[in-house]
């Protein structure tokens, strides 16, 4: 019992700040949340007088308000003029203050501590740069047609005035999906996974407790992920899954970026799941955002519809996601993305060569006959 208890008391993620002992934390922190202008600072001014009249010793903390940083952050930001990283350990520096003075011996003494903001920036974090990531993509090759037609896979568009889609619009309707349900679950698991790991339910390491697992199974995420994928895509193809799941994904006959994470929302569930071996096999939180940012950003690439992408210097990428092109123009082939050999082995491979059509219908007319 007592080591079970000890086991779930609040921890650090390796060293946290070493010079501030946690012990025990009777208080309470309550975090306000929220886009600018939404109401967060009126809410604050409402709760803590209310807390204080109901007995309880308030203690009020928000972004850049620690003392020590709050007006150097506030002539930096009038200045414009240093680099991103340089920013973010500016408002590394507030946070870690902000921690030691006031934080952490707040909620020792048993405060109830309000912040205005914490960590839930994460979901607002995973739709800006997911957007910035796929709106490139979308952007060079679809908006702009900086290559026009050369290296894509058919000569075709994106689909408009097109009543198969939402807003009959392929693109609105894959970003729709996009940032209603995709962003929402892959935040979803990414807090739920990074708090079970905070409270040591989960098993958790640190780099230097395990430095050679740690890379090792960083490397191993890219071919888990592969085979999580391909088992979860044959088991949405089952017809009663297809019909009432998968078949919204499979509407984009023509892909373009914003159809690869264009799903139904019991996909995304399943699609995302396999950030859950983390929770059985002992892994850090930066395996947990690798294999989520993993799963977030690869469908852009593979459903670009492009072979090649030129880049600005001249020189050509190469995407090489033709395959799965063809799983979206014959569907039962190439299920995997070919990182693990699976189609290879289960005879489903098509490489969009005349053999490989060939035998694609032999298997047609083979289930026909049976
Ligand atoms: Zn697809
Ligand atoms: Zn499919």
Redesign the pocket.
Same mark, same amino acid.
Do not use: C
């Given at each position: 019992m007592a080591a079970a208890a000890a086991k779930r008391s609040k921890t650090w993620y390796g060293h946290g700040l070493p010079y501030v002992t946690m012990g025990n934390l009777p208080g309470h922190l309550i975090v306000i949340e929220g886009t600018d202008g939404v109401g967060r600072s009126t809410q604050i001014e409402r709760l803590s007088p209310w807390l204080e009249l109901e007995g309880w010793a308030v203690s009020n903390t928000g972004w850049t308000r620690s003392p020590l940083l709050s007006e150097t952050i506030n002539e930096a930001k009038a200045g414009h003029e240093l680099t991103t990283t340089t920013m973010s350990l500016l408002y590394a520096a507030d946070f870690a203050d902000r921690m030691e003075h006031q934080i952490i011996p707040a909620l020792k003494a048993g405060f109830i501590v309000i912040a205005d903001r914490y960590m839930y920036t994460v979901f607002a974090r995973n739709a800006v740069m997911l957007f910035l990531f796929v709106g490139a993509f979308h952007f060079a090759l679809y908006v702009k047609q900086r290559q026009g037609t050369r290296y894509k896979h058919t000569n075709r568009w994106q689909a408009r005035d097109n009543p198969v889609f939402l807003f009959r619009n392929q693109v609105l309707d894959n970003m729709f999906w996009t940032f209603a349900s995709a962003v929402p679950v892959w935040t979803a698991f990414e807090v739920v996974t990074l708090w079970l790991m905070a409270n040591q339910y989960i098993p958790t390491i640190t780099f230097e407790s395990n430095p050679v697992w740690f890379v090792v199974l960083m490397l191993l995420i890219p071919l888990f992920r592969e085979v999580h994928f391909y088992l979860v895509h044959r088991l949405i193809h089952w017809p009663p899954l297809y019909r009432a799941v998968h078949s919204l #994904? !499979?509407k984009?006959a023509n892909?373009g970026p914003w159809?690869?994470l264009a799903?139904h929302p019991v996909e995304h569930v399943l699609y995302f799941s396999g950030v859950l071996v983390h929770w059985i096999v002992p892994s850090h939180p930066l395996h947990v955002i690798f294999h989520l940012q993993h799963l977030a950003y690869a469908?852009a690439q593979?459903?670009n519809g492009f072979d090649k992408v030129k880049l600005r210097n001249g020189a050509e990428m190469s995407v090489e996601h033709y395959t799965?092109y063809l #799983? !979206?123009k014959y569907f039962e082939v190439n299920y995997g993305d070919g990182l693990v050999p699976l189609d290879k082995l289960f005879g489903t491979f098509h490489d969009g060569t005349p053999e490989a059509d060939e035998a694609l219908k032999r298997r047609r007319r083979s289930r026909v006959a049976s």
């Amino acid at each position: 019992m007592a080591a079970a208890a000890a086991k779930r008391s609040k921890t650090w993620y390796g060293h946290g700040l070493p010079y501030v002992t946690m012990g025990n934390l009777p208080g309470h922190l309550i975090v306000i949340e929220g886009t600018d202008g939404v109401g967060r600072s009126t809410q604050i001014e409402r709760l803590s007088p209310w807390l204080e009249l109901e007995g309880w010793a308030v203690s009020n903390t928000g972004w850049t308000r620690s003392p020590l940083l709050s007006e150097t952050i506030n002539e930096a930001k009038a200045g414009h003029e240093l680099t991103t990283t340089t920013m973010s350990l500016l408002y590394a520096a507030d946070f870690a203050d902000r921690m030691e003075h006031q934080i952490i011996p707040a909620l020792k003494a048993g405060f109830i501590v309000i912040a205005d903001r914490y960590m839930y920036t994460v979901f607002a974090r995973n739709a800006v740069m997911l957007f910035l990531f796929v709106g490139a993509f979308h952007f060079a090759l679809y908006v702009k047609q900086r290559q026009g037609t050369r290296y894509k896979h058919t000569n075709r568009w994106q689909a408009r005035d097109n009543p198969v889609f939402l807003f009959r619009n392929q693109v609105l309707d894959n970003m729709f999906w996009t940032f209603a349900s995709a962003v929402p679950v892959w935040t979803a698991f990414e807090v739920v996974t990074l708090w079970l790991m905070a409270n040591q339910y989960i098993p958790t390491i640190t780099f230097e407790s395990n430095p050679v697992w740690f890379v090792v199974l960083m490397l191993l995420i890219p071919l888990f992920r592969e085979v999580h994928f391909y088992l979860v895509h044959r088991l949405i193809h089952w017809p009663p899954l297809y019909r009432a799941v998968h078949s919204l #994904h !499979h509407k984009n006959a023509n892909p373009g970026p914003w159809s690869g994470l264009a799903m139904h929302p019991v996909e995304h569930v399943l699609y995302f799941s396999g950030v859950l071996v983390h929770w059985i096999v002992p892994s850090h939180p930066l395996h947990v955002i690798f294999h989520l940012q993993h799963l977030a950003y690869a469908p852009a690439q593979g459903h670009n519809g492009f072979d090649k992408v030129k880049l600005r210097n001249g020189a050509e990428m190469s995407v090489e996601h033709y395959t799965h092109y063809l #799983h !979206h123009k014959y569907f039962e082939v190439n299920y995997g993305d070919g990182l693990v050999p699976l189609d290879k082995l289960f005879g489903t491979f098509h490489d969009g060569t005349p053999e490989a059509d060939e035998a694609l219908k032999r298997r047609r007319r083979s289930r026909v006959a049976s």
